[in-house]
C-alpha cells in the first residue's frame, strides 16, 4: 500500500487529495469526503484508508475547500454549491463508477451527488450522514433550541465559539472527551490530538463551514432534507 498527496486542478484552484493505492491492480475507486467544522480528509480517513488500499481499493479522500490543505474556493460553500463541487472532483479524478462515502457533512455531499441525474457511482458508504432529517433537535425544546442556533450562526456567535474551542489546547481536549466523537478513547492518539489541534489554529478554520451552516441552519430547521427524494427513488427502481 502506498500513500500519498496530490494536487487536484478544479479550474479555480487546485485542491489537496489524500490518497492511498494498492500494491495489485485496484478492484475499484473509493472517494471519501470528510465532515464539517475541525475536520479534514487526514483527521477522517486515515484509519479507514489504509484498510480499503489493503483490501484492494485505490482511495481517494480530498481536502474540502477551504479545509485541510486546500485552499478556500471562490464560491459561497452552500450544499448546492458542495454537491456539484463532487461532480467537478470526480471528472478531475477520472473516476469511473467510484463507490462515494461520506461522513456528516460529506455524507450530505455524497448522498446529494448520488440524486443527480449526472451520478454514476458503483456504490455509496453514507456515515452519520447529513441530509436525512429535516431538524436538529427533537423534544419540547425544540423549537426554542432551533431559533437559537440560528441566532448563533446569524450573528457569527457559533463562529467564534468554535473558533476558539479550537484554538485552546485545554479546551479542545476537554471537548474531544466529552463529545463522544471518538467511541474509542484509545483512538485518540497524541497524533490525532495533534492534527485536530493543527486543523483549528488554520487562520481560516471554520470559515468555509460558517458558510454552510447560514445556508443549512434555518430558524426552524434544516433547509436539506434527501428523504423524500430517496423515496421517490426508490420507487422508480
Known sequence: MIAGRTAVDLGWGSISVLTYTPDDDPRADVLLLHGGGLDNAWLSWSGLGPVLAGSGYRVFAPDHPGYGLSPAAPWLATQERLVAHIEDLIAALGLERPVLGGL???????LGHALTPEADLAGLLLFGSYGLSDRLYTGPAESLAQRLTYWSVRTGLLAAAQRGTARSRRALAMSLSGNGLVSDPRRLTPELRTG??????RPHAFEAFAQWQRDQIGPRGLRTDYTAALGASTSRR
Open 196 to 201: 485536530i489541534a493543527e486543523e483549528g489554529a
Open 104 to 110: 456528516s457533512l460529506g455524507g450530505g455531499m455524497a
